[in-house]
């Protein structure tokens, strides 16, 4: 192979390496590790790669292998255009090499079985092994250059030679499959494995092997230099050049043959088992496991987890994580860091306390833009005080300087100064041991616990020998071994006591004699200390004694003790020596097995651990010696304690001394003095960092004491933080120099002037100074040895005496804050905790509530936060303070309290203001309640008291009728229980009250509005579109409007030609004849041209009037007008309050009047006539229709035909029927009585009527019941949403009830049937006038919308008052005891809305019955109100109207055909025979005739008063004679219920008043209230006549039926005189 | 007497509706109104004002400027009630179609001096989702109402929002449980509140101004 040819190759493999690089750059590292060991094959590749490729393959053991002809097959087919995988291997592999290989194998086999244990051993992490494997490598590859191999590597050469072009074009195709195979290389890996093994050498190599080691030896250097990772390719190149030059020529040829061969060669196909894959992948990856680790693994070795909890401290909330998920992390840092630095004490990771905030909040709403803006603007701000702006303010409202602290200095003395001399440090210790002294013999501790030992053994002594053995002998044995070791204890303590003390006073008797040896050294004297021993004797002979006694005492009990004590050994040792013996035992027994077992394997020894320790065999313990102890304890005896032949020796410190003069001092010393002298001191008092003062200056004594003795008064407004002194000390006249600061506590609340004691408090100061004089300095090292040995430094030190109090003011009081301010910090915490309990702080908190509180919510004692609040508990319950022994409601409730309630109560404003917020009708509209009570009248309040007092009291006045007030009364009651029932739901908004929004477009929506896209702008038959609702809450007065528009009349009366009165009397009465309009056809045509002028018969128009508003149209003509006018009412809501809850109880009523305007000529002069028209205008009431409000609220608009409500009697007025004119619609005409107007009534805008409440009421209804009702509805609601279908309803008692149970028959006033005895039909149709009689009075109203009761009959009878339900079912009962088939009929009518009727069957044809009205209908009538049929209900059955019509004309009545009605009650649900709810029978009272009488005398009396007030401007004239025609007439009307009376009526009244000009007509009504009747006059407008000569007529006529049902009639009439 | 114990105290505010952040629209106007309690009454000034439409600034800021004054003063004799403003926001959607933009309201500063209130605004949340989802957030390019038959037929494609019937229940609570909103844009408001008469009737609103009258002032004190 010539060397071009190489350099290609060369060249080829760098290629094909970098090719390889870039691909398999982005696989992980393993990858890289992997691949690494081929890198460094170039140089020394050669041996390596042979190695290699069998181990793999050996390790492999592919099929190939053992089949070497597959080999060549392989081959050529490897060479083919199919490309398989190639296997360079076997083309090297010839025959020949199959036995070596085999040979090979066997080796590596146990190679690396061997280095694998030794792997194991040796290295248990995987990581130095990585490093390690390279320099391994190069040791192994030299072994490989072994000479076996040299035959077959040159065949190999010839044979790679030959193809070697060709695999040169191979590779570079094999490039690219490569990285299709990402995990490819498992050769490499298996190589990489084998070359991280250690191998046993080949026996073959072993005489070369320190020759290749040598030179492995020099080549690593190279390798290792190279190992540093090359980053540039040319550097590679280099290195191999070198190599090139290095290395033998034959070497290197056939290593750069085999190298070539390495990365050119063809390789077979890249299989790898499954069971390979998993094992890598299970030594590649790491799958955490998901286990609970167990804690020893956390820890290091031996170690006990510590819960840092359990020992008290805090550890913080940790953060939640799911535990599977801690688990995952565990294992995951155990593996990845086994130093275990995650894991805390505790063995759980590491873990910060939870950062998560527990309440979200919102971020400010600061923009950006305006920062930048905030910058420019100048802000005025006030200058605030400080006092505001502390925190510790005690109260920005008290006047300052209640609070004062008085603080009294009272002097300094110095402990140390620098200008002390060494005396002077002498005395001072001196001093101090002397004080030390004294404080010790007060105390005289050793003497108590001397007297505490006597006493102890005197119990023992007793205990042992008792004299009375009434207890058992355990428990004396266990005291008295409490005793024993309480003495032990006692003992020693005792022994250091005395021992203190005796050093002590050696001590001080030590120092003494320094100073006196101090003073003889430099004969003078400092100070006047002086120190007097007096010695005490004592009786020898008794301390001897006791001395004795007392050490003897001490020995027997050491002698005791130990004796125990030895026994104790004693114990152990003979467990520990017969477990010692068991153990040798067995130990020879163990050895003896393994000398056996080492014969029969020698190399097991050394792995054998020896885990038994050789135990010692124990001693036996020594007795202890009385001796020994005896020498011991008297030792110490004479240690501690004075001997009892020593005095006892008391020092006396004095100051008794003189000080040596000036004069006969040393300069040095007298320097000093002049020293001190020159130096004062003086003191600052810094009251929260602040000087608040500071004491006079004083000079320094020669004792270094300095006496200040004043008294700081500080009056402060802040809470005190701190308090403290600053000793100044001046030299001359230099500045002053601050010594030190002291710190003064600030004093308890409790600590008052005069009580306070004189504190010290020390104080020190750590300057430096050296004089130049006898004083020993600041700081300064300095001995009192001549050599200057046993040096010391002292500083700068003292103590000030002082005390701090609060001051007590001059009436006694102490100036302290309140208490509640002082502990501030307490407080914020507290309150952070529980509010509640915070606001009793101030000691009226219930502690005990606290303290268990505290425990219940387990407080965390460790958590910082609560560290206020559990000192707090601590203290209350340790009973420190005062713990109430009971709970207060409301503690605070008398601080709060402002002002008393009576005075609160007195006060009108707030009264007012109370009154509003309750919303008391007449309060809740009150505007600018007035500041001040003065302001408010009395009178506010006077309506107010009047109605509340009248609530009790029986009205009479306004009702008149005594029953009638009890009942409304009753009902008002009843009202108010109902609301209350029901308060809590007042409140109910719906989405749409708040929120306008356009219909949610579905499909079917945009399909309708894309086909609306091609409708016609201005459709044929325009519909009308829904308005906007409004609610009810946000309008005001003027707000509402109600739209009347009154469109067409029919069949309007007509007048009567006037002129021909008198003339044509006969022919009025022929016409009265005819009046009715069943005999239409008598009517000639001609009667039109009776008239005269060409006159119209009528010209009608309509007035509407609402709530006091009058509006009316214009003026049309002819009995058939249509005036197609819009009316607009304003709408006022009571109170101004427009709540839907208010709206709803509006009792107004429309009244829709339908007057005559006539013309009369008042020309007085008939010459006039040709210049003037002297006309007046009259009118003539004709008929009404009224509309309730709560029906337009309700119903939102009401659109359709009425009747006009016509009095039965309207004189000069006929029903005059033109045939031409009614031709059009004679065949409808001619079905019906009466005259029609057609009216469309709205309320603008549209308002939302409140709903009433769907809720569960309770039942007594069965269960099953209930839910079969429930099905049925659902079902009905399903098929026909529209109809009604009614169930259940509530009863006036709240409680749901199955609606049959309210039909049962009941019995009609006997009165009534006794009218007509033998005429049924006479007698239903009275019965039902008898009901409509009774006042209607809607539930909306009365109950406020809230829901629809139904009161039973004999409920409704009683309070007179009730709605359509109540109406029908009494008359749909009365007609079931009459015999009759009768249902109550729920449906639709106009104007009423949902409505109930009754329906009957009469003679083959159904009848419908308006129970309020008392008419009935036929079922074809068109004029019927009742549009259309929701359900019927039977006594027994509820059915259900199915059909597909739901008007009555088009619907069959017939209920037994389950097609058309839906029944509740089949065969799958029996009737279960409900009873009912009604009463047996209904007892009716006869009427009072009396009460009646006088009822209806009072009546025309208001009413003419009413009149009389209506005309405030004219003459009200009463014609009497008139009148009592009037009443005498009304009774027939009432009999024949306005029916067939008008023409002997009026042939009366003309023949009576022919002189007059008569307009009037009776009224009919049921009574229930005056107002009504008044209305209904009022509404005629016959007080409106201004004729000056008019009189008017007025009666009135009560009938009463049974049971106080009242019928009233009143004639009301004008009068005008013709002339 | 008069001027020693007044009856009533006034509350004057005057102002503007300075600019607003909206930063998906453009072209809005603002109306605002007060709410204010039973006890009030305004004396002088106008109650409500629509403003004039604004078009976003050219810089950075896009700052929706109106600089509208306000001006009004409110006579009272009882804190209760304090006068709040309500602001809404119209502007145009990109049918052209005028929609609410935003509902806010804030008490009107309690103490004197100046203040610079900075609201967010809110809009109901409609109740259907398909009328979210077709709710156009995206930033509209100013283009004219759409042209055609598109724009005349209403709910095509609804432009609509959901609207309060009446902007002044957001200065109540009342029936707001109802509703749900979606927070969208602010506006900043400029005070300058003076008031007449507080502390002589006993409401202390300012800051620490102790000069003048020490402290309350009693009625009960005062001989008739």
Redesign the interface.
């Known amino acids: 192979m010539n060397p071009r040819e190489e350099k290609v190759k060369i060249i080829t493999e760098e290629f094909i390496e970098n090719d390889e690089d870039a691909d398999m750059g982005r696989q992980n590292k393993n990858s890289k590790v992997r691949r690494q060991p081929r890198k460094k094959q170039p140089p020394t590749a050669v041996p390596k790669e042979m190695v290699s490729e069998k181990s793999h393959r050996g390790n492999r053991q592919e099929p190939v292998q053992e089949e070497p002809k597959t080999h060549l097959l392989s081959m050529t087919v490897r060479r083919g255009p199919r490309s398989l995988p190639p296997i360079p291997s076997t083309s090297r592999t010839g025959f020949a090499e199959f036995s070596m290989r085999g040979r090979m194998r066997e080796k590596l086999q146990a190679a690396r079985s061997k280095a694998e244990s030794a792997l194991l051993q040796e290295i248990p992490t995987p990581r130095p092994r990585r490093l390690r494997s390279p320099s391994k490598k190069e040791l192994e590859t030299e072994f490989g250059t072994e000479p076996g191999k040299e035959v077959e590597r040159t065949q190999q050469e010839v044979d790679s030679q030959s193809y070697s072009r060709v695999k040169f074009r191979d590779s570079a195709r094999k490039i690219k499959p490569k990285p299709q195979v990402p995990p490819g290389f498992p050769s490499a890996e298996e190589a990489y494995n084998f070359f991280t093994f250690n191998f046993d050498p080949e026996p073959e190599g072993s005489e070369e092997k320190p020759k290749a080691r040598h030179r492995a030896g020099t080549n690593q250097e190279e390798e290792e230099g190279e190992e540093e990772p090359p980053a540039q390719g040319g550097g590679k190149e280099m290195d191999e050049e070198e190599l090139l030059n290095g290395d033998d020529a034959e070497d290197f040829l056939l290593g750069l043959d085999h190298m070539a061969d390495d990365f050119v060669s063809v390789r077979p196909a890249d299989y790898e088992s499954i069971h390979d894959r998993l094992q890598m992948e299970r030594e590649m990856l790491f799958i955490p496991s998901r286990q609970t680790v167990p804690t020893y693994k956390k820890l290091p070795e031996n170690v006990q987890p510590r819960f840092l909890e359990d020992e008290g401290l805090y550890t913080g909330v940790r953060p939640e994580v799911a535990r599977t998920n801690q688990n995952i992390m565990e294992n995951r840092l155990l593996m990845q860091d086994p130093e275990r630095r995650w894991f805390g004490d505790d063995g759980r990771i590491l873990a910060l306390p939870n950062p998560i905030k527990p309440f979200p909040s919102r971020p400010p ?3 950006q ?2 920062s930048s803006k905030a910058e420019l603007e100048t802000l ?1 701000k ?1 200058a ?2 400080y006092v ?1 702006s502390s925190q510790h303010v005690i109260r ?1 409202g008290d006047p300052p300087g209640n609070f004062q602290l008085d603080i009294d200095i009272s002097g300094l003395i110095f402990t140390h100064h620098p200008c002390f001399s060494r005396e002077h440090v002498l005395a001072a210790k001196l001093a101090q041991l002397y004080d030390q002294y004294l404080a010790r013999h007060q105390r005289n501790k050793a003497k108590f616990l001397t007297d505490k030992l006597q006493a102890l053994r005197n119990a023992v002594q007793t205990g042992l020998y008792p004299e009375k053995p009434h207890q058992s002998l355990d428990t004396i044995q266990k005291t008295i071994n409490e005793y024993k070791s309480e003495i032990r204890q006692t003992r020693k303590f005792r022994d250091a006591e005395q021992e203190k003390d005796r050093t002590l006073l050696k001590t001080i008797i030590k120092v003494w004699k320094e100073m006196k040896s101090l003073r003889e050294f430099q004969r003078f004297t400092n100070t006047p200390l002086k120190l007097v021993l007096r010695k005490e004797k004592a009786d020898q002979k008794a301390d001897e004694e006791a001395y004795e006694a007392e050490i003897q005492a001490e020995i027997s009990e050491l002698l005791e003790e130990h004796t125990e004590e030895y026994a104790q050994k004693m114990e152990e040792y003979r467990t520990s020596l017969h477990q010692w013996k068991a153990w040798r035992k067995a130990q020879r027994a163990k050895k003896k097995k393994r000398k056996q077992a080492a014969e029969e394997h020698p190399d097991d020894e050394i792995a054998e651990p020896y885990p038994e320790e050789d135990l010692v065999k124990p001693s036996p313990p020594e007795p202890t010696d009385r001796a020994v102890i005896e020498q011991e304890v008297r030792k110490r005896a004479a240690q501690s304690r004075r001997r009892p032949w020593e005095p006892t020796l008391v020092p006396e410190l004095s100051l008794a001394g003189s000080v040596t003069p000036n004069d006969q001092c040393p300069r040095a010393e007298v320097s000093r003095r002049e020293d001190v002298k020159k130096r004062s001191v003086y003191l600052k008092v810094l009251f929260n960092n602040k000087e608040v003062s500071r004491t006079v200056s004083r000079p320094l004594g020669a004792d270094f004491r300095v006496h200040f003795g004043q008294i700081f008064n500080l009056q402060i407004v802040n809470w005190p933080e701190s308090l403290t002194l600053q000793v100044y000390e001046t030299i001359g006249h230099s500045s002053p120099t601050l010594l030190a600061e002291v710190f003064l506590p600030i004093p308890e609340t409790t600590v008052v002037t005069g009580r306070a004691p004189t504190e010290e408090v020390e104080f020190s100061s750590n300057q430096h100074v050296t004089l130049d004089h006898e004083g020993v300095g600041s700081g300064v090292p300095f001995s009192f040895e001549a050599d200057g040995s046993n040096q010391l430094t002292l500083m700068t030190s003292g103590k000030v005496s002082h005390s701090v109090a609060w001051a007590i003011g001059e009436n006694g009081i102490p100036l302290i804050p309140p208490l509640s301010q002082q502990n501030i910090g307490f407080w914020s915490a507290l309150k952070k905790a529980d509010a509640i309990s915070s606001i009793g702080t101030s000691g009226l908190t219930d502690m005990k509530k606290l303290a268990k509180w505290a425990a219940e919510s387990k407080l965390d004692p460790n958590d910082p936060n609560n560290a206020p609040l559990m000192q707090l508990i601590s203290v209350a319950t340790s009973g420190e303070s005062y713990v109430p022994d009971f709970f207060r409601l409301e503690q605070l409730q008398q601080e709060f309290n402002f002002v008393s309630d009576q005075e609160l109560n007195r006060s009108k404003r707030f009264r007012l ?1 109370h009154l ?1 917020s309750q919303e008391v009708p007449e309060f809740r ?11 408010i009248m009395e009178k506010v309040f006077q309506d107010y008291e009047k109605r509340l007092r009248d609530r009790n009291v029986i009205e009479t006045k306004e009702h008149i009728d005594t029953h009638r007030a009890i009942v409304a009364k009753y009902l008002q009651q009843v009202r108010e229980s109902v609301i209350n029932r029901f308060l809590i739901a007042k ?1 109910y ?3 749409a ?10 499909i079917s ?2 399909g309708l ?2 086909f ?2 091609a409708e016609q702008k201005r459709p044929l038959r325009p519909r009308r579109k829904g308005r906007k609702k ?2 009810a ?2 309008l005001s007065d003027g707000d509402i409007k109600l739209l009347v528009n009154i469109v067409r009349a029919y069949d309007i009366p007509v007048r009567k030609p006037a002129v021909s009165k008198f003339q044509q009397p006969s022919r009025s009465s022929r016409m009265f004849s005819e009046k009715h309009a069943a005999s239409p056809s008598t009517y000639s045509p001609t009667h039109n041209t009776d008239y005269p002028l060409g006159q119209v018969l009528v010209r009608p128009f309509v007035e509407v009037s609402f709530q006091r508003t009058v509006c009316h149209t214009t003026t049309a003509e002819g009995p058939n007008p249509s005036w197609n006018e819009e009316l607009e009412l304003p709408f006022r809501a009571p109170n101004g309050d427009y709540s839907t809850a208010s709206l709803q109880s509006v009792k107004d009523v429309v009244f829709i009047n339908i007057f005559d305007e006539v013309l009369h000529d008042v020309l007085e002069d008939d010459r006039e006539r040709g210049s003037g028209i002297h006309t007046r205008i009259e009118r003539h009431w004709l008929g009404c229709v009224k509309i309730p409000f709560s029906t337009i609220y309700f119903q939102a608009r009401i659109d359709g035909t009425f009747k006009i409500d016509i009095p039965p009697v309207l004189l000069g007025y006929s029903k005059e029927r033109n045939m031409i004119l009614e031709r059009g619609f004679d065949s409808v005409g001619s079905l019906s009585e009466g005259s029609y107007i057609t009216l469309f009534i709205t309320i603008e805008p549209q308002l939302v009527p409140g709903e009433s409440i769907r809720e569960k009421f309770e039942s007594q209804e069965d269960e099953k019941l209930l839910q079969a009702t429930e099905k049925f509805q659902a079902e009905c609601a399903l098929k026909f949403p529209n109809r009604q279908c009614l169930t259940t309803v509530i009863d006036i008692s709240g409680t749901t009830v199955f609606i049959t149970r309210y039909l049962k028959p009941l019995n009609p006033p006997q009165e009534l049937l006794n009218v007509y005895p033998n005429n049924l039909q006479a007698t239903a149709e009275l019965v039902a006038r008898y009901v409509s009689l009774i006042p209607f009075l809607p539930d909306t109203v009365s109950f406020g919308g809230i829901c629809d009761l139904w009161s039973t009959s004999d409920q409704f009878l009683d309070l007179l008052a009730g709605d359509e339900e109540e109406h029908a079912v009494l008359l749909c009962n009365y007609f079931l005891s009459l015999g009759k088939k009768a249902w109550l009929l729920m449906g639709n009518a106009i104007p009423e809305g949902p409505t109930a009727y009754v329906l009957t069957w009469e003679h083959g044809r159904y009848l419908i019955w308006n129970p309020c009205s008392g008419h009935s209908y036929g079922q074809f009538d068109i004029f019927c109100p009742l549009k259309n049929v929701g359900c019927l209900i039977g006594p027994d059955n509820i059915w259900f109207n199915i059909q597909r019509y739901d008007s009555p004309p088009r619907i069959n009545f017939d209920v037994t055909r389950p097609k058309l009605w839906k029944s509740f009650f089949s065969r799958s649900l029996p009737y279960p025979g409900l009873s009912s709810v009604q009463p047996e029978e209904l007892i009716y009272q006869r009427s009072d005739k009396a009460a009646a009488a006088e009822l209806q005398d009072r009546i025309e009396k208001i009413l003419k008063e009413k009149i009389m007030d209506w005309r405030p401007r004219h003459l009200t004239r009463w014609n009497r004679y008139c009148t009592s025609t009037l009443r005498h007439f009304l009774p027939l009307l009432e009999k024949s219920q306005g029916e067939d009376v008008e023409d002997d009526h009026r042939a009366e009244l003309l023949k009576q008043l022919g002189d007059y000009r008569f307009s009037g007509f009776p009224l009919h009504m049921p009574y229930s209230e005056v107002k009504p009747l008044i209305d209904a006059v009022y509404g005629t407008g016959v007080h409106n006549i201004d004729v000056p000569n008019v009189e008017f007529a007025l009666a009135v006529y009560i009938h009463p039926y049974p049971k106080n049902v009242l019928s009233v009639w009143i004639y009301v009439a004008s009068l005008i005189r013709n002339r | 007497m008069a001027t020693a114990s007044p009856s009533v105290f006034l509350l004057m505010v005057n102002g503007q509706v300075e600019s607003a952040q909206f930063p998906e629209y453009d072209d809005l106007y603002c109306k605002y109104c007060f709410v204010y309690g039973q006890d009030w009454d305004p004396t002088a000034g106008l109650e409500e004002g629509i403003s004039q439409i604004t078009s976003k600034s050219q810089d950075v800021r896009q700052a929706l400027v109106w600089n509208f004054p306000i001006d009004v003063t409110f006579k009272s004799t009882n804190p209760y009630g304090w006068p709040q403003i309500v602001l809404s926001v119209y502007g145009p959607d990109v049918f052209g179609n005028d929609v609410v933009r935003g509902y806010g309201a804030v008490h009107v500063p309690f103490s004197p001096g100046r203040h610079k209130r900075t609201i967010p605004m809110f809009v109901p949340e409609s109740t259907s989702k398909l009328q979210k989802f077709t709710r156009p957030t995206l930033r509209q390019p100013r283009a004219p109402p759409w042209p055609g038959p598109l724009c005349s037929s209403p709910s095509w494609f609804m432009g609509r929002r959901p609207e309060y019937t009446d902007p002044k229940v957001v200065a109540q609570g009342e029936g707001r449980e109802v509703t749900r909103v979606r927070s969208q844009g602010f506006v900043t408001l400029l005070f300058n509140v003076v008031t007449k008469d507080m502390r002589k009737l006993g409401y202390d609103t300012g800051p620490s101004d102790t000069q003048g009258v020490s402290g309350p002032n009693p009625p009960q004190r005062f001989p008739q």
């Open positions: 709403v600061l923009t833009e305006q005025y006030k605030v005080k505001h920005s203001l509003r509209n009150y505007k600018q309640v007035p500041v001040y009570d003065r302001e409140q908004f719906l989405l009250d708040m929120i306008v929004e356009e219909e949610v477009p579905n929506i945009l509005s894309l609306k896209l409004v609610t809450q946000n």
